[in-house]
């Protein structure tokens, strides 16, 4: 058939609205009955060319293309599954290397197609061993991605000394590890790190606990109420001169006590300067009672010759150790005995002519007098001693005399004795009186 307008030929069959050459209406002047007869005469040879097919209703039809289809999808999700589990499509799966070297882990997730970077972490475990990895193991993503790799890294001690304390603060938290901080005075900048328990470097873990001693300012310290010795110490410390005034009293309660100080307590001082300290000192009472039990140790003796000697045992605890008692021999070194000798006697012997026994009579003191000290150690005393002659037998039965002896003495500076005198040298008062004999011999010997 041609086009009515254009008059090009169009073929046989069914004609189209319009004519493909030049847009020309064919429906209007088309042979619908030729065009029908054609229709048919296509409709039937196809259907001669179809087997049989029982005749069905369109409701199937549409069941059978449902199933189809659902059978073509489940065909398709099911290769699209065997295939995103081998990793052909959906990206790649993140291997677990957690625990792994890190030199390991990035081996293992270079060979599963993915780049790392590291990042250490302060840790007490072994080091270079991976904590922790990002993204998570089993994350599908594309490859090629970059796996962050956090990997253990030893603690160690960092260099804070010089520091100041809020900046060794940093440092320490930064490696994890606790400290202290203690104060030491010093003339650095307050707040200085001075020193540290742990050298630079030391390797260390979280549970170790490091001391940071740091620069606090030198004052002068509370010291009122203490004893002179440790004020001394607590001054000399931090490096303070100290000056002692003594106040003499007669409490020894308060003796050696602080009872002031100059500068004032918390005033600002530097390194060498002085600092005066009052202390209280009842050194002469202690010197007098200090007398007293020498004395007594000397002239309150029942039996002095019994074999331990009880004057020396009982004046060992009043004598200065390096007192030399006789020759090179010292107190400290020096039997019971010859401490008696050295310091009561002066080791000197009995005139000619003396009974041996009068050297040990027994004694008792009846009073001490006029006992007086002075504040440089020395003392002076009056003693009455009564003495009893029984030992010496004979005549002497039941004598006993009474003297007084001029005693004195000199203490170091710890109130220890370092000299004794007695001029009578612990024995009695006493005249060699001639017998008749004696007195003529002595009167021919003067005529002549």
């Known amino acids: 058939m041609r086009c009515p307008k254009c008059r090009k030929e169009l073929g046989d069959g069914m004609l189209p609205a319009c004519c493909p050459h030049c847009g020309a209406n064919l429906a209007a002047g088309a042979d619908t009955r030729r065009s029908a007869r054609e229709a048919r005469r296509v409709a039937s040879s196809y259907a001669a060319q179809q087997p049989d097919i029982p005749r069905r209703s369109g409701g199937g039809n549409i069941a059978r293309a449902f199933v189809a289809i659902l059978l073509v999808g489940i065909a398709a999700a099911l290769v699209s599954f065997v295939l995103y589990e ?42 270079g061993l991976v904590l922790e990895q990002s993204p998570a193991p089993g994350d599908r993503v594309a490859e ?35 400290c202290e901080f203690v104060d030491e005075v010093s003339d650095e900048a307050a707040g200085t790190v001075l020193s540290s328990t742990s050298p630079v470097g030391t390797a260390l873990s979280s549970e170790a606990l490091v001391t940071l001693h740091v ?30 005034t003594y106040v003499e009293v007669s409490d020894t309660s308060t003796d050696g006590k602080v009872t002031a100080v100059n500068p004032a307590p918390g005033t600002a001082v530097h390194k060498g300067d002085t600092v005066e300290i009052t202390v209280n000192r ?91 000290a002075t504040t440089d150690g020395h003392v002076v005393a009056a003693v009455t001693v009564r003495w009893d002659w029984s030992p010496l037998g004979g005549d002497y039965a039941g004598v006993t005399s009474t003297d007084t002896h001029y005693v004195s003495m000199d203490f170091n500076d710890q109130d220890l004795l370092t000299a004794y005198w007695d001029e009578q040298t612990d024995m009695p008062y006493y005249e060699i009186q001639a017998t008749p004999d004696d007195k003529e011999s002595k009167d021919k010997d003067s005529d002549g």
Not at 86 to 102: A, L, Q, T
Not at 109 to 122: D, I, P, W
């Open 86 to 127: 081998n990793e052909m499509w959906g990206g790649r799966s993140i291997p677990d290397v957690v625990g792994m070297r890190v030199e390991r882990a990035t081996e293992e997730l270079a060979a599963s197609g993915f780049t790392t970077t590291v990042e250490t972490r302060k840790d007490d475990g072994q080091p």
């Open 144 to 178: 090629g991605t970059r796996i962050k790799l956090f990997v253990s890294e030893q603690r160690t001690m960092p260099d804070v000394v010089g520091k100041t304390r809020e900046e060794a603060q940093a440092l320490m938290d930064a490696e994890g590890i606790p």
């Open 282 to 372: 009842a050194r002469i009472e202690r010197l007098k009672k200090a007398a007293e039990g020498i004395l007594s140790a000397v002239f309150d003796c029942a039996d002095p010759s019994s074999a331990d000697s009880p004057i020396g045992a009982a004046l060992r605890s009043y004598v200065d150790p390096n007192m030399r008692v006789s020759g090179e021999t010292t107190a400290n070194t020096a039997t019971n005995y010859q401490l008696w000798y050295g310091i009561a006697k002066h080791w000197m012997k009995l005139p000619e002519g003396v009974p041996e026994g009068m050297a040990a009579l027994p004694r008792s003191i009846v009073q001490v007098d006029g006992i007086e």
């Open 215 to 244: 620069a606090a300012p030198r004052t002068v310290p509370e010291v009122v109420g203490l004893d002179e010795s440790m004020a001394r110490t607590k001054l000399t410390d931090i490096g303070l001169e100290v000056k002692v």
